[in-house]
């Protein structure tokens, strides 16, 4: 039997949003659960904010999502397996941990600084 991924956002007790896992059915990246519920919910309702919402996920936001998470302003997340398990079904997301603290020179991924100032002119006129 397959489970499904299902993710759903609730407010007042009612589902106002829901998502599911579609990250190897697309071979996207950001088609995780949570944040196709995220997006489901903000078209519904109009903000990119979740004010008074409940997010239920099936595992702990991974190091990637927990951003967009924050950024959404939930009241609480609730979820069902925490990181470790998602490592032993197969979503490892170590890596990603362990790279977060190493400043942008020891990471394993080169990134590199570019026209900060070009860059922030662009966001003072907008």
């Known amino acids: 039997m397959k489970v499904a991924h299902l993710d759903i956002v609730v407010r007042d007790g009612e589902i106002i ?46 190091s990637m999502y927990l951003g967009a998470i924050y950024w959404a302003r939930p009241e609480k997340v609730y979820y069902g397996c925490n990181q470790i398990d998602a490592t032993n079904i197969g979503f490892n997301d170590q890596l990603i941990y362990n790279e977060i603290p190493l400043s942008y020179n020891e990471r394993g991924i080169p990134f590199k600084q570019l026209a900060r100032e070009t860059v922030l002119k662009v966001f003072k006129n907008r």
């Open 17 to 62: 949003g829901q998502g599911k896992n579609k990250i190897t059915s697309t071979n996207d990246q950001k088609a995780h659960a949570e944040v196709i519920a995220i997006r489901d919910v903000c078209k519904n309702i109009g903000s990119f904010q979740l004010e008074g919402c409940d997010i239920y996920t099936t595992f702990a936001p991974c």
